[in-house]
């Protein structure tokens, strides 16, 4: 079995036990007048899901290039950046702080310039500032929007 | 001529400043390479949310028209599409700007926007009330078909694969049951607290199309983004509209085109520019010219670009189908200002829709004009480097995301579907009819609901769907839709797929 199959394999299996779940919901939970357009969808859902499953298991599934490591290996440190400003920083240590240090870390990880450079450092801390202030201006001036203010703000 | 009675409202300076705020914006975001029309819209939906409807849509409405024609600009100078509708742009533009034309291309790319954008504004002004007449003959189980409908011709055009185009319409339409269901009062698929109301049309939208490119973005990981983009030598603008008027079969066939595919619902502009810049070369004396820096190739496929924005509206306003992903982002707006649209839209916000539609068309003009105006530095807009956009984004969809139900929830549905759509995508899943299932579910969901229960008192769901003139016609066309995608994709290997760049892999 070629990588690039495993690879449709994956999604196909878990957009079928997606399928199956809601399937299952759809036609066990009461009342059922509530999931009777749940059960029409799901109907069509696992059917897709199974024809979806059958074409990545014979190889025929062929749309899409996947995710190669080395594309994965690009996106862990940014990913794991966004999921900890969102389900952490933003909450914890509010908003600003959270955004600031996330753009921050973000933009320096994947800026191209050298990272032993202090010219480029100076850069990126001002870019920083200046995109958080025109944020600030935005949502906390204009708009007003209250965000969480964790432990600065 | 009912429309002319509200231009007043465009020229109101609140109005009017967003109205130029939103077009100059629009083309340097569209001139951004990684940064989609759709997108763009969908970010600014947030800040929307604070201000009256009428002016809310005139800067989503300048925002959405100025982004496709500033596509062109990264399109022509670095051979980027800013959009996908501008992929046909790109083939002869940046020939044209390799030969030190750039500035040619450009005048012309606004120029046949402009004018393609304004005709199918006045296309927009003039069929919307007419069928808006008819939608009045449409009845509960028609407006689930239409429903459908939507999802199914996106689906099924619109994707690299049609089982995933459809696959992804379900996931949309099943995503739009989460949530409490007020008719029974009870709960379905609630599997977190986040998802106790629902899912939130715009976190969703903003997950949806704005953090796979953000993660698009960090996929490629420390590579030096800045493509050298081409001069722009300075030209007189008088010199590009005379060149314009050697191509009017071009901006004819555009702009026809462009129409045309506007207002079928869902399939939107991805595929315009191609098709128009087929037709104009398949019609061509000159068609061995296209390719190599020929601007009839360039004259259709923007001036398509632009005449679709305004037929995408026409099913979008009459009945709550979006002519494209950015028209349904659109609709996203409108409903959370509680604007339904539907038969009655003109008679109960006629304020706020003709002001929305006249802005369009003078949003055109000064489309034209800024477009102009920043064609001599448009390189240094159009290299804009993908780490802060990166960054900048994300941090735009968290406080956009939040600040409309002001809830942490939102946002962590709003990554969660960022995150499973680029993952999706990945693998030849299309965004678009996942956000139309998302969108259209509960008005499918509502009316067969009210179908059934009526079905049940007359003659039973059999009849009540599935007999009668339209309900036959609907289903024809949801049939021919998938039956038409089925044999592109499946029985006719050898044969290229219509649905353009979506499908430019398909096998």
């Known amino acids: 079995m070629t990588s690039r199959r495993m690879q449709h394999i994956l999604p196909g299996s878990a957009i079928f036990l997606l399928a199956s779940v809601v399937t299952w919901l759809s036609f066990t939970e009461q009342p059922a007048e509530a999931f009777l357009f749940p059960r029409v969808i799901s109907v069509v859902f696992i059917s897709l899901a199974i024809w979806n499953l059958i074409r990545a298991v014979t190889g025929m599934s062929k749309v899409g290039r996947g995710i190669p490591v080395a594309t994965l290996k ?18 914890h240590l509010g908003f600003y702080l959270g955004s600031t240090l996330a753009f921050f870390a973000i933009y320096s990880f994947y800026d191209p310039a050298l990272w032993t450079s202090s010219k480029d450092w100076m850069k990126r801390i001002f870019v920083t500032v200046a995109f958080m202030a025109v944020i600030y201006a935005l949502f906390a001036v204009v708009l007003q929007v209250h965000t969480p203010r964790g432990i600065l703000f | 001529m009912e429309f002319l009675g509200y231009f007043g409202g465009v020229f109101e300076p609140w109005a009017f400043m967003l109205l130029l705020g939103g077009t100059v914006g629009g083309l340097i975001l569209g001139a951004t390479p990684g940064l989609s029309p759709t997108m763009a819209v969908a970010l600014l939906i947030p800040f929307t949310f604070h201000m009256s409807a009428t002016h809310g849509l005139v800067l989503l409405g300048a925002a959405y028209t100025s982004t496709v024609a500033g596509g062109a600009v990264s399109a022509i100078l670095l051979k980027i599409p800013g959009a996908p509708a501008n992929i046909a742009t790109a083939l002869d533009g940046n020939e044209m700007a390799k030969r030190g034309e750039g500035a040619k291309a450009l005048h012309l790319s606004f120029l046949s926007s402009g004018v393609g954008g304004v005709i199918g504004i006045l296309l927009l002004i003039f069929l919307t009330p007419v069928l808006a007449q008819w939608v009045l003959k449409i009845q509960t189980p028609h407006v689930f078909w239409i429903a459908i409908l939507g999802v199914t011709v996106i689906g099924s055009l619109d994707s690299k694969s049609f089982v995933k185009g459809l696959l992804s319409g379900c996931i949309g339409l099943w995503l739009s049951t989460i949530g409490y269901d007020e008719i029974q009062g009870t709960e379905r698929f609630i599997f977190a607290d986040a998802l106790s109301g629902g899912i939130g049309i715009i976190p969703a939208l903003i997950g949806l199309f704005a953090i796979p490119q953000v993660l698009d973005m960090m996929a490629k990981g420390r590579v030096d983004s800045l493509i050298e983009a081409l001069e722009v030598p300075k030209q007189k603008l008088s010199a590009s509209i005379r060149e314009l008027t050697k191509y009017v079969r071009a901006l004819s066939i555009g702009t026809v085109v462009g129409s045309i595919i506007g207002l079928i619902p869902g399939v939107g502009g991805q595929i315009a520019g191609l098709v128009a810049y087929d037709q104009s070369r398949k019609m061509s004396p000159q068609r061995e010219k296209f390719g190599t820096g020929h601007p009839e190739g360039l004259v259709a496929a923007e001036s398509a670009n632009n005449a679709m924005v305004g037929p995408s509206l026409v099913p979008l306003l009459t009945l709550s189908i979006p002519g494209s992903p950015t028209a349904a982002v659109l609709l996203g707006g409108l409903l959370i200002k509680e604007i ?11 304020e ?32 804009a480097p993908a780490p802060i956009m990166a960054a900048g984004v994300l941090v735009l969809a968290v406080f956009g995301s939040y600040s409309v ?91 290229k797929p219509a649905a353009g760049p979506a499908t430019e892999d398909a096998k």
């Not at chain 1, 950046?81 to 952490?88: D, E, K, P, Q, T």
């Not at chain 2, 339904?340 to 006629?350: L, M």
């Not at chain 2, 993952?423 to 956000?435: D, N, R």
């Open chain 2, 352 to 383: 706020v829709v003709w002001t929305f539609i006249n802005s369009m068309l003078v949003g055109q003009i000064l489309m034209v004009f800024f477009g102009i105006m920043i064609a001599s530095w448009a390189a240094k807009i159009a290299r």
């Open chain 1, 74 to 91: 690009n996106l862990v440190p940014g990913l794991i950046v966004m999921l900890a400003f969102v389900f952490f920083g933003a909450k």
């Open chain 2, 405 to 495: 139900g002001q809830s942490v929830g939102d946002v962590h549905i709003m990554l969660a579907l960022g995150v499973g759509m680029f993952i999706l995508e990945k693998f030849g899943f299309s965004a678009a009819p996942l956000v139309l299932g998302l969108i259209l579910g509960p008005i499918a969901g509502d009316n067969f609901t009210q179908g059934m229960t009526l079905a049940a008192a007359q003659d039973g769901p059999w009849v009540y769907f599935f007999t009668g003139t339209l309900n036959i016609i609907l289903i024809s066309l949801v049939v021919a839709s998938i039956a038409y995608s089925f044999w592109n994709n499946m029985l006719a290997p050898g044969k």
């Open chain 2, 340 to 350: 339904f649209p539907g038969s009655d839209i003109f008679e109960k916000h006629p």
